[in-house]
C-alpha cells in the first residue's frame, strides 16, 4: 500500500504529468508508424510533428491537467483510433466511421462493443487515469515552473523545427504526401470536417430533391398483373453461398429454383452500409455519388409509372438515405422501430408484409425489402432450432472461435435461402408476372487468413467484403411474356457487375420503365449490357478503379484466380 502510495504521488508530479500526457497523446502516431505502409521518412515526419505540437502545447499552462483535458477531443480520438487499429490493423479514422456512429443504433453497437472487449478494456486503462490525473493536478496547488516551461517550450521549437523540415522532404520526394490525408490527427480533424459536411448534405436532402422527377412512364401492358420485388441483403459474401460453389450447401433451396439466374462475378462498390443500400435504392454510383443529394430513388420511378409501392425494413431508421428512399413509397415500416433495443426480429416478419401487399388486390406493385440478413452477432440472426452448422455457441469476436462463428454465418445464409425461397414461392401463388432481384449491400471477414480480419467497414476493403450474390428470379408467366429480358439475364450472368451500378437500371428494365435515367448499357436485363473499369467509392466520395485502392495482395490473388480484378 505505502509503494501504491510512492508511485501514485509521483505520478501527480506536474513534471511527471506533463511527458505522461504527451506520451499517451503520442500512442496513435507510434502505433500508426507501424501499421501503414508509407515510406519511411513519412512515417518518421508523422511521429515528430505532431509530437512537437503536443509538447509545445502542454507548456500553455503551469498545470498539465488544464490542457489534457482541454485537448479532450484529442484525447477520444486517440482512444478511438487504437479500437479501430485494433479491429482492422491499420488506417486512421475514416469519414464513414465517424458517420457510423451516427447511423448505427444503440444495439447493433452494443452487440459489437460486447466483442470487442480487450481493446476497450486496454483504452479505458489508458485513458482514463490519464483524464482522472488530469482533474487531480487541474485541482491541486502543484504548478510547473517557469525555468521548467522555459526549457521544454525551447526543446519544443527545436523539435518542431526538424518536423517542419521532415514535412518540406516528404512534400518534395513524394508528390501524393499531405498534411491533411496522411498525418494523425491532422487527417481525423479533416475526415471529422467531410463527415459534419456530408451529415449536413444529408439533413438537407428533402429539399435539395423536392423538384426532382424521372418523368418516368410504364411501357407493359397496364392490365397485366405485375410484381416486382428488391431484397437489398445485408452483410452476405458470396463465398458462402452454396449456389457458388461454397463446400457447404447452404443454399439447398435455392439450387433447386426455376428461373433463378445467379451471377458470379459482382463487386460491391461500397462496404459499408449507409453507403452501399443507398446506392443500390437510386440511380447513384461510385462514379456519380453525388447524385444522390439530388435526385429521389427507385421507389419514386416505379410510383411514377402507375406501380403501388411498399418499403418494409428489419432495421431501425436512422435519419441516413436508406430512410429517405424507402419513406418515398406509397406504403412503409420499419419493424424494429418500436422494438426494445436488444430485440431480434426474424426477417421472416418481412414476408407477413408482402403476403398483405400481395392480398391488396394491387395490379401493379413493386415492394423494396431490407433484410438483417447475416449481421453480426450471427447466431442471433435464426432461430436456434433452425442452426443446421454446430457447434455455433461462441460468439466473442476472437480467432480460436472462428469455428463457431463460421458455423453461425453460414447458418445465417441458410435462413436466407429459405427467406428467399419463400418469397419466391408465394409470388409463384400469384400468377402475375413477376421477378425479384437479391444482391447485398457488403461482404463481411471472418477471421479467414492469417491477417484475422474481421467484419466489414475497414478502410481497405478485402476479397471477403466484396464479393456479393446477386441473384434474379423471373416467374413462368415473365419469362414467356418477356423473353427478351430473360436471355439478357441469361446472357450476362457471368460477365463482371458492379452491384451498386447496375441494381437500379436492372430492376427499372425488368419492370419495363422508361425513363431518361436508366442506361441500358448498366442494366444486366438488357442485352446492351457493357462491361466497365470496376470502380470503388472510397472514405472520401471518389470512385477509385479497383486496383487503385490499396488491397492486399491475398486478396488480389483471390480476385484474379476468380477472374474478377480487371475491367
Not at 35 to 58: D, F, H
Not at 356 to 378: C, E, P, T
Not at 442 to 447: Q, R, T, V
Request: aromatic content about 14%; proline content about 4%; some cysteine.
Amino acid at each position: 500500500m505505502k509503494r501504491f502510495k510512492e508511485i501514485y504521488q509521483w505520478c501527480c508530479e506536474p513534471r511527471q504529468l506533463f511527458f505522461l500526457f504527451i506520451i499517451v497523446l503520442a500512442i496513435p502516431n507510434v502505433a500508426l508508424f507501424f501499421t501503414e505502409q508509407m515510406p519511411l521518412l513519412v512515417r518518421i515526419c508523422n511521429i515528430i510533428l505532431p509530437v512537437s505540437v503536443y509538447w509545445m502545447v502542454m507548456t500553455l499552462s503551469r498545470k498539465p491537467g488544464k490542457i489534457i483535458w482541454i485537448l479532450f477531443p484529442f484525447v477520444f480520438f486517440a482512444a478511438f483510433q487504437l479500437v479501430l487499429l485494433y479491429l482492422f490493423g491499420q488506417s486512421i479514422i475514416a469519414v464513414d466511421m465517424f458517420l457510423n456512429l451516427l447511423t448505427t443504433n444503440s444495439g447493433e453497437a452494443m452487440e459489437l462493443l460486447d466483442n470487442l472487449l480487450p481493446a476497450v478494456i486496454g483504452v479505458f486503462v489508458v485513458y482514463l487515469p490519464t483524464l482522472a490525473l488530469g482533474i487531480v493536478s487541474i485541482t491541486g496547488n502543484k504548478k510547473l515552473d517557469q525555468y521548467f516551461i522555459y526549457r521544454q517550450r525551447r526543446y519544443a521549437r527545436m523539435t518542431m523545427g526538424v518536423g517542419v523540415i521532415l514535412t518540406a522532404l516528404c512534400y518534395a520526394d513524394h508528390e501524393d504526401y499531405a498534411l491533411k490525408l496522411d498525418m494523425y490527427p491532422v487527417n481525423v480533424c479533416y475526415n471529422l470536417t467531410l463527415a459534419i459536411e456530408r451529415a449536413g448534405e444529408t439533413a438537407g436532402y428533402q429539399e435539395s430533391s423536392k423538384d426532382f422527377t424521372f418523368g418516368a412512364q410504364a411501357t407493359h401492358d397496364k392490365d397485366e398483373a405485375e410484381i416486382y420485388v428488391l431484397v437489398v441483403g445485408e452483410t452476405a459474401r458470396a463465398c458462402n453461398f452454396g449456389l457458388y460453389g461454397y463446400e457447404r450447401n447452404t443454399t439447398p433451396l435455392l439450387d433447386k429454383t426455376e428461373g433463378l439466374v445467379a451471377f458470379t462475378d459482382v463487386l460491391t462498390q461500397s462496404n459499408t452500409t449507409h453507403k452501399s443500400v443507398p446506392m443500390l435504392l437510386s440511380g447513384a454510383s461510385a462514379e456519380n455519388y453525388n447524385r444522390i443529394y439530388r435526385e429521389k430513388g427507385i421507389i419514386t420511378a416505379f410510383k411514377e409509372a402507375g406501380f403501388h409501392t411498399a418499403f418494409f425494413s428489419n432495421q431501425r431508421p436512422n435519419h441516413s438515405f436508406i430512410d429517405f428512399f424507402g419513406m418515398e413509397a406509397d406504403e412503409w415500416k420499419f419493424i424494429k422501430e418500436d422494438a426494445p433495443e436488444e430485440t431480434n426480429i426474424s426477417d421472416d416478419e418481412l414476408l407477413k408484409l408482402v403476403d398483405k401487399q400481395l392480398n391488396d388486390g394491387h395490379r401493379k406493385l413493386f415492394i423494396v425489402l431490407h433484410m438483417y440478413g447475416s449481421h453480426f452477432n450471427y447466431k442471433e440472426r435464426y432461430p436456434s432450432d433452425m442452426a443446421v452448422f454446430r457447434p455455433d455457441s461462441l460468439t466473442d469476436a476472437k480467432y480460436e472461435n472462428r469455428e463457431y462463428l463460421l458455423n453461425a454465418y453460414d447458418n445465417t445464409i441458410c435462413y436466407t435461402d429459405g427467406f428467399l425461397a419463400s418469397l419466391i414461392e408465394m409470388l409463384q401463388r400469384t400468377n402475375a408476372s413477376s421477378a425479384m432481384l437479391y444482391t447485398s449491400d457488403h461482404g463481411e471477414d471472418i477471421f479467414d487468413d492469417d491477417r484475422k480480419l474481421f467484419l466489414h467497414a475497414s478502410p481497405v476493403p478485402s476479397y471477403y467484403q466484396l464479393h456479393v450474390p446477386f441473384l434474379i428470379w423471373m416467374s413462368e408467366a415473365y419469362r414467356k411474356g418477356y423473353p427478351v429480358q430473360y436471355e439478357a439475364v441469361c446472357m450476362n450472368r457471368e460477365k463482371p457487375v458492379a452491384g451498386n451500378a447496375s441494381v437500379f437500371h436492372s430492376m427499372l428494365s425488368l419492370g419495363g420503365i422508361q425513363t431518361d435515367y436508366k442506361e441500358d448499357s448498366l442494366s444486366v436485363a438488357s442485352k446492351r449490357y457493357v462491361t466497365r473499369p470496376r470502380y470503388y467509392l472510397n472514405d472520401h466520395n471518389l470512385p477509385k478503379l479497383l486496383d487503385k485502392i490499396g488491397l492486399k495482395e491475398k486478396d488480389i490473388k483471390q480476385l484474379e484466380q476468380r477472374k474478377m480484378m480487371y475491367p
